[in-house]
T-cell receptor, first 115, second 112 residues
Framework: KAGVTQTPRYLIKTRGQQVTLSCSPI?????VSWYQQTPGQGLQFLFEYFSETQRNKGNFPGRFSGRQFSNSRSEMNVSTLELGDSALYLC??????????????FGPGTRLTVL | DQQVKQNSPSLSVQEGRISILNCDYT??????FLWYKKYPAEGPTFLISISSIKDKNEDGRFTVFLNKSAKHLSLHIVPSQPGDSAVYFCAASAVSNYQLIWGAGTKLIIKP
């Protein structure tokens, strides 16, 4: 079974721009969660989608949004980028919701640098 | 406010000995705890979990202990192997919001 894939792996943007990150979960997994990891910090929960519906949202500003498609693939969008948005963005899939009570399978992440 | 704390940023252990990684939490509503490990340039991978109704869970070389009164959990790795060198994260969940709250991680280095 193929693992979780994330594209692109690396991204450089400038302040004020917007960015879209993509995540393809493991086949058959209907839950996709997104996390932000900054240096020296644990993962910060952004949101979780299950069956195309956002089930949960973390404490991030409205500039961070996402969606999930009928094939369970998910995208995350960040608008009006700020320097502090530079981070590793990780996507995780799980067969069930809530994923916080199940094993999650992570992709390698997208490293976003905002200049 | 950090609800899940891993106070040791790094830990060095001799190969073959026991590695003990610690994690403290403040939210008494947490009822499920997980450990993940992360290698550089890879996403975290699940190791082991424990429900708050238990105080111990074992899986091969890995054992997690939960002390609810102290709001403390620990991961024991016996014996430690070179491939165990990685960053270890503990994470906690509560039914109140189903968000997984993560510690900052502990970098484990296994010395040959």
């Amino acid at each position: 079974k193929a693992g979780v894939t994330q594209t692109p792996r690396y991204l450089i943007k400038t302040r004020g721009q917007q960015v879209t990150l993509s995540c393809s979960p493991i086949s058959g997994h209907r839950s996709v969660s997104w996390y932000q990891q900054t240096p020296g910090q644990g993962l910060q929960f952004l949101f979780e989608y299950f069956s195309e519906t956002q089930r949960n949202k973390g404490n991030f500003p409205g500039r961070f949004s996402g969606r999930q498609f009928s094939n369970s693939r998910s995208e995350m969008n960040v608008s009006t980028l700020e320097l502090g948005d530079s981070a590793l963005y990780l996507c995780a899939s799980s067969p069930q919701w809530p994923s916080s009570y199940n094993e999650q399978f992570f992709g390698p992440g997208t490293r976003l640098t905002v200049l | 406010d950090q609800q899940v704390k891993q106070n040791s940023p790094s830990l060095s252990v001799q190969e073959g000995r026991i590695s003990i990684l610690n994690c403290d939490y403040t939210n008494s509503m947490f009822d499920y705890f997980l450990w993940y490990k992360k290698y550089p340039a890879e996403g975290p991978t699940f190791l082991i979990s424990i429900s708050s109704i238990k105080d111990k869970n074992e899986d091969g070389r890995f054992t997690v202990f939960l002390n609810k009164s102290a709001k403390h959990l620990s991961l024991h790795i016996v014996p430690s192997q070179p491939g165990d060198s990685a960053v270890y994260f503990c994470a906690a969940s509560a039914v109140s919001n189903y968000q997984l709250i993560w510690g900052a991680g502990t970098k484990l280095i296994i010395k040959p």
